[in-house]
């Protein structure tokens, strides 16, 4: 009779963690392919953070590292499922260690690493987007 006693409590806990596990996916946007390049005139940029910050809403901040061709995707939700369709102000910033006995400063100039003074915006449509490369100076 003791294990009768348990049961409603062991349902409702196993009732919560279904739920919960079922919101997550529920709070996700349909997500679009972005590819880009960061180069600084010609020469490409590798290890730039690239982040999106949705305009006029809060939401998820797609984000992606440039590889040495300075190449990135994005990656929202999971790895390089691109980013939910919309408006955005990018920010890129380049971390790296100086001396050793510093610690890693950015490499951009710092207004880069603002949305509010980036001066970098870019439009995602649905489908996949190819961007024009973001180009900055050192």
């Not at 972005?34 to 730039?48: R, Y």
Request: net charge positive; glycine share 10%.
């Amino acid at each position: 009779m003791p294990r009768i006693r348990h049961l409603p409590v062991l349902l409702l806990a196993v009732v919560a963690v279904c739920c919960s596990s079922c919101g997550k996916a529920d709070n996700r946007k349909p997500t679009f392919i972005v590819s880009g390049k960061v180069l600084d005139g010609t020469k490409p940029l590798a290890n730039v953070a690239v982040v999106f910050h949705p305009v006029g809403e809060d939401g998820p901040k797609p984000r992606g590292k440039t590889d040495a061709d300075g190449a990135f995707s994005l990656t929202t939700y999971d790895t390089a499922d691109g980013a939910p369709a919309g408006e955005y102000r990018v920010t890129l910033e380049l971390w790296l260690a100086g001396r050793p006995d510093e610690g890693p400063s950015n490499r951009l100039p710092a207004k880069l690493a603002k949305p509010e003074s980036s001066g970098l915006q870019t439009t995602i449509s649905t489908g996949s987007n190819d961007l024009t490369p973001f180009n900055v100076k050192k």
